[in-house]
């Protein structure tokens, strides 16, 4: 059964004209190349929704599959609240695990093998057993290698060979040797009946591979499929979703091959990029209406981006215009934290809510000195990237204790209301208003009580008649859905850990080189993705973009660090430029004198077009309108704001210095390197049309 066409319809009136198109394409294959803060995900669930209120889909054929629980429990909500509440909407591990375990006793007989919450003590007994001696980073290291190999389905025999032409190492120890501990592990596991995440997809599709009978019943059951974060996608993952489809070709992948970070645990962009090649007819639409971030977070991230082989959809901002994105050169790391806690103090105080603000950098080991500058301030952060957040011994201890209290009515009644009912109950765990001064386990397990805290106080704030049954049934929901709550606090995350996220206020700190792009990003594929991994930082902004970095670790050490690479172009001119007396650097500065009256220069807009500005301007205005002219049509050509191809500013330099050759085009400010791959020719014919 399902609604009237009427009612249908008005599921795409919320869309806009591109996410219209994905919500009306309901028969496969479809790809939607969708730029970061574009609404991809409204789009592809009012696609499902649409499907189901026209009839088109039964809500129960439908699968729809991503790579996080937290993206499908949001996925599983908006269904829900669009009406489609049928569709199932999981990871790939959680589909394949399911399956398993139905298929597994009919097919093979006895239950399926206990799956293991960590490789470590299995690799920690395989590599006694090879006689290698490892500490828990090694094993770590060991475990995520495994996970690489399995995914991308390379075995033991076959990993000295292929780690070596694809640039995977261990440190201290070598190909062969990780070989045998892989091996040795696998044979351990399957002694103990026990199998990793990684076999839950390899059996799912044994199962299917092997078995005509299964097959048939899951593409009985599954007929349309929808896969998100399709850049993500590894080998063993694409093989199964193959499987599912059993030729059939009803499948819309969603995806943006600039955030491609994951390449390193076995993701495969290719599969997003090579899908029409591998789907005939496909029909491909992109989204490129940003509407997360301002003109001046987009005109950034797309710059970074221009010219380069990760250059995806070009992103077009919907937003307002902001205050320009900010670049910092600050002498040390304590210094640069102490300047970035200090910006953070003047945005609360401005009214920009703390959970609202991040602070992101390249490694985990950098956040130290950022917990110490916002501690010294009395400023609340917290530190993603522990175990999902409903799994945590402390928060299913605590939702028992709340439950036992709401039940009991013990909260009921008293003058404090819902939060001072939770804050009671918590104190008996031993949390309290103030976290403790040391990082780890202990700093983890209060972090994650106040997030309880946290949440009970939004509760009050938004529904003040809220007890502690209702709170205990929002903490069920949500940990169904897998929504962790957000404590009221500075977010401090690694890049990876990001994505997918946004806030306001975005701080992207220690952004020099050798840091980003890490020192052991080798070979042009490994420092690509370094630049992608910036890029995600930069979109994660929806109002303050400020990127800092700074000249050494420790202050008083010898200042040698630059900052990355990847922000020439973007940032302005700072000391670190001047101190190596690179004579390229300054020609791309431009002249310091106007060259009408030879004063010196004193704004960034002067310099830009080299003359004072009361001087009169010395280019042809003609030629500076035909500049214009082919500038409008080749942004109208590219679908980008034409500031975006070259500023007036620039133009008007072009047109009174008069560049001949590529060499005096690149000398003009405004005219990187990637520009002027792009528009040189165009550019110089131009000008050589109007000598």
């Not at 649409?50 to 790579?67: C, D, H, K, M, W």
């Not at 990876?496 to 701080?507: N, R, Y």
Request: hydrophobic share 40%; proline share 4%; glycine share 8%.
């Amino acid at each position: 059964m399902h609604l009237s066409s009427g009612s249908a319809d008005r599921l795409l009136e919320a869309l806009d004209p591109e996410q219209r198109e994905v919500a009306v394409a309901l028969q496969g294959p479809v790809r939607v190349l969708a730029g970061a803060g574009t609404g991809k995900t409204r789009a592809i669930t009012h696609r499902m929704a649409y499907g189901v209120a026209s009839g088109a889909y039964n809500p129960r054929e439908v699968l729809a599959v991503t790579f996080t629980t937290r993206a499908a429990g949001e996925m599983r909500g908006r269904l829900r609240a669009l009406g489609a509440e049928g569709v199932q909407a999981r990871t790939f591990h959680s589909a394949a695990l399911r399956q398993a375990r139905y298929f597994w006793p009919r097919v093979y007989g006895g239950e399926l093998p206990v799956l293991t919450e960590s490789k470590l003590a299995l690799l920690g007994n395989a590599a006694r057993r090879n006689r290698v001696q490892t500490d828990q980073a090694t094993l770590r290291d060991l475990a995520s290698e495994v996970e690489w190999a399995k995914v991308s389905n390379v075995r033991p025999d076959d990993y000295p060979r292929l780690a070596e032409q694809r640039g995977r190492s261990v440190t201290g120890i070598d190909a062969a040797t990780v070989a045998r501990v892989f091996a040795t592990y696998e044979d351990v596991k399957r002694d103990q009946g026990r199998m990793d995440m990684e076999d839950v997809l390899l059996c799912a599709a044994a199962l299917l591979a092997e078995d005509e009978r299964v097959a048939a019943e899951v593409r009985r059951q599954y007929k349309h499929f929808v896969v998100d974060e399709f850049q993500d996608v590894s080998p063993v993952q694409s093989a199964l979703l193959d499987l599912w489809l059993g030729g059939r070709s009803d499948l819309c992948v969603v995806g943006d091959p600039a955030q491609t970070i994951y390449s390193f645990a076995g993701a495969n962009a290719s599969f997003l990029l090579d899908f029409p090649k591998r789907f005939a007819g496909t029909t491909s639409i992109e989204l490129v209406r940003n509407y997360r971030s301002t003109p001046q977070v987009i005109v950034a991230a797309n710059r970074l981006l221009a010219g380069s082989s990760s250059a995806g959809v070009q992103l077009r901002a919907q937003r307002e215009a902001g205050p320009e994105v900010a670049y910092s050169e600050r002498p040390d790391e304590v210094d640069e934290a102490e300047h970035v806690a200090a910006q953070v103090l003047e945005l609360t105080q401005a009214g920009t809510p703390l959970r609202e603000i991040a602070v992101l950098f390249r490694i985990n080991a950098q956040s130290e000195a950022f917990e110490e500058a916002l501690a010294a301030r009395n400023l609340p952060y917290v530190v993603r990237g522990a175990a999902r957040f409903f799994e945590r011994a402390e928060v299913r201890q605590a939702v028992t204790l709340l439950r036992g209290s709401a039940r009991s009515g013990a909260g009921d009644g008293d003058g404090d209301g819902l939060v001072g009912s939770v804050r009671a109950v918590l104190a008996g765990m031993g949390w309290s208003d103030q976290p403790p001064t040391g990082r780890g386990n202990v700093r983890d397990r209060w972090e994650s009580l106040h997030a309880l805290v946290s949440q009970a106080e939004e509760l009050a704030r938004t529904t003040p008649e809220a007890d502690l049954t209702q709170f205990v049934a929002e903490l069920d929901r949500r940990a169904a859905e897998q929504h962790a709550p957000v404590a009221e606090g500075v977010t401090l995350a690694t890049l990876h850990t990001a994505k997918g996220l946004e806030w306001d206020a975005v701080f992207l700190a220690g952004m020099q080189d050798g840091t980003l792009p890490i020192v052991y990003a080798e070979g042009a594929d490994a420092v690509e993705e370094e630049r992608r991994l910036l890029y995600v930082g930069m979109t994660r902004a929806r109002v303050h973009l400020k990127i800092s970095w700074s000249r050494a670790r420790n202050p008083g050490a010898r200042a040698i660090r630059k900052p990355s690479r990847f922000l020439t172009g973007l940032r302005p001119e700072v000391g670190s430029d001047q101190s190596d007396g690179d004579r390229a650097a300054k020609r791309r500065r431009g002249v310091a004198n106007c060259r009408t009256c030879g004063r010196p220069l004193g704004s960034t807009a002067e310099r830009k077009v080299g003359r004072c500005e009361d001087c009169p301007a010395a280019y042809d205005e003609e030629l500076f309108e035909r500049l214009r002219a082919w500038r409008v049509e080749r942004a109208t050509q590219e679908k980008v704001p034409a500031y975006v191809v070259f500023t007036d500013l620039t133009l008007q330099a072009i047109a009174e210095t008069r560049p001949t050759d590529t060499a005096g085009l690149l000398r003009v400010n405004g005219v990187g390197q990637a520009k002027l791959t792009k528009y040189g020719d165009d550019v110089l014919a131009l000008l050589g049309d109007a000598s």
